[in-house]
């Protein structure tokens, strides 16, 4: 006859077994995407009806993610023309303790991304200098404390999140094919704000122990005057300008996402 210790040990290795053979259940996803216009998706073309001016697109990175995984809930609060103090304000409040993935794009409007294109399209070299280092001098002056308060309240409502930062491209390739339009000093003045934006908000990001994802490595050969541009020039209507087009969102974006996402 089998020993008690003999039964017992065979009853617990079935029952180990058991339990191995039944598939844990997967962790609920509830995603919120945060941000600015290159989080909305603004230069795809196309938005829902219902997020007006934010102009939110199916097209954008965050629609893109929560179509291809199985999401509990998505709240996609992104909006174009986006400041810090409107992620404050109009945003944030969509996350909460059961958020499992939160996204962000924000600081560039901040620093005087849309000035910056202005000045330089219309004005001289010099003039579009002086105001991208003007620019740049809010981005490592006054923009690490703006986003050390949005981080710090995004991980104080969503506690238990992945936080993803992503960053902005270089606009433009130089010197590249185009032969019109702004100077190759304007040009490479540009691609420095981005250089000065993507120093700043990586600091910030690895501050609060959030996922950065530089961009500009992922444009590269798809910027203004290469020879396949994932982004917009000057464009109608305007708003729609240097903004990443759908082949940035899909093919630029969206896999920066997923490769720390799954």
Known sequence: ???????????????????????????AVNYVALGDSYSSGTGTGSYYGDSGSCKRSP?????????????????????????TGDVLNNQIGALNASTTLATISIGGND???TDVITTCT???DSTCINRVNQAKAYATGTLPGLLDNVYGQIRARAPYAQVVVLGYPRLYKVPGSC??????TKRSAINSAADTLASVISGRAAARSFTYRDLRTAFTGHEICSADWWLNSLSWPVEESYHPNRNGQRLGYLPELTAVTG
């Open 1 to 27: 006859m089998r020993s008690v210790k003999t039964l017992l040990t065979a009853a617990l290795a079935a029952a180990a077994a058991l339990f191995t053979a039944i598939p844990a259940q997967a962790q």
């Open 179 to 184: 032969s019109v339009g702004l100077s190759d």
């Open 122 to 124: 219309f004005g001289s």
């Open 59 to 83: 097209y954008a990175y965050p629609a893109l993610w929560a179509a291809s995984h199985a999401v509990s809930s998505f709240a996609f609060v992104a909006c174009s023309g986006a400041r």
């Open 111 to 113: 620093a005087g991304f």
